[in-house]
């Protein structure tokens, strides 16, 4: 049997030295990385669907993206030989005057088991930062995190920014505890999601349709 199914299995139920050993058996076996990243992908679109179904929560949505993490890590270095590389990029942060980021991290994992490229910018991060960030990296999507309601107007004055920058074309989607759809159409965001399985579809629908 391919160990591809079982590795998206061990994925899913985030047991990372079953997922890592099925990695590196696949690599040995001359799996192509491609393959191999398509699996592990796959099976974070599945830790996705069932959290926003609520039929697993954060703790487990964590404990499979950690396994996919260092599935990456391993696989990255044949990506990058073979010249497959994350076709989009996206740039993640917590608003200024905000430092939580429990979140941000969540989401940032999700997006980079989606295959994305994600440069993460921590907390508290100005909006002249978010736009240095993403003209830096030519990145396609800006992710603002915020969890008070007290930051949230730092996320309005930065997707303004954003927006009025030339040399940014990256769509910017918003989310956090306080936001709402409401609140995201208000300050002129691209998109709003309320968890971090619905920050992937979104970007990606909104990736694919620029």
């Known amino acids: 049997m391919s160990t591809l199914e079982p590795?998206?299995?061990?994925?899913?139920?985030?047991?990372r030295a079953e997922?890592?050993?099925?990695?590196?058996?696949?690599?040995?076996?001359?799996?192509?990385?491609?393959?191999?990243?398509?699996?592990?992908?796959?099976?974070?679109?599945?830790?996705?669907?069932?959290?926003?179904?609520n039929e697993i929560f954060v703790p487990e949505m964590l404990i499979a993206s950690r396994a996919m993490k260092q599935c990456l890590s391993r696989l990255e270095p044949l990506l990058v030989e073979r010249g497959i590389t994350p076709a989009f990029?996206?740039?993640?942060g917590t608003v200024q005057g905000d430092?939580?980021?429990?979140?941000?991290?969540?989401?940032?994992?999700?997006?980079?088991?989606?295959?994305?490229?994600?440069?993460?910018l921590g907390t508290n991060v100005a909006?002249?930062?978010?736009?240095s960030a993403a003209r830096e990296h030519n990145a396609n999507v800006v992710g603002?995190?915020?969890?008070?309601?007290?930051?949230?107007?730092?996320?309005?004055?930065?997707v303004e920014a954003l927006k009025a920058d030339s040399n940014?074309?990256?769509?910017?989607?918003?989310?956090?505890?306080?936001?709402?759809?409401?609140?995201?159409r208000d300050i002129g965001a691209d998109g709003f999601a309320p968890d971090a399985g619905?920050?992937?579809q979104l970007v990606r629908k909104l990736v694919e349709a620029a």
């Open 7 to 15: 590795l998206g299995t061990a994925i899913e139920q985030g047991d």
């Open 19 to 53: 997922a890592e050993q099925l990695t590196e058996q696949a690599i040995e076996a001359g799996t192509d990385p491609q393959q191999v990243l398509d699996a592990l992908v796959g099976a974070m679109d599945e830790v996705g669907r069932r959290f926003q179904e």
């Open 89 to 92: 990029t996206a740039i993640i």
């Open 99 to 120: 430092l939580h980021d429990i979140g941000k991290n969540l989401v940032a994992m999700m997006w980079r088991g989606a295959n994305f490229n994600v440069v993460d």
């Open 127 to 131: 909006p002249d930062q978010f736009v």
């Open 144 to 158: 603002l995190s915020a969890l008070l309601t007290t930051t949230m107007p730092a996320m309005k004055q930065t």
């Open 168 to 184: 940014c074309n990256a769509c910017v989607v918003v989310g956090g505890a306080p936001v709402t759809e409401a609140f995201a």
């Open 198 to 200: 619905a920050a992937v």
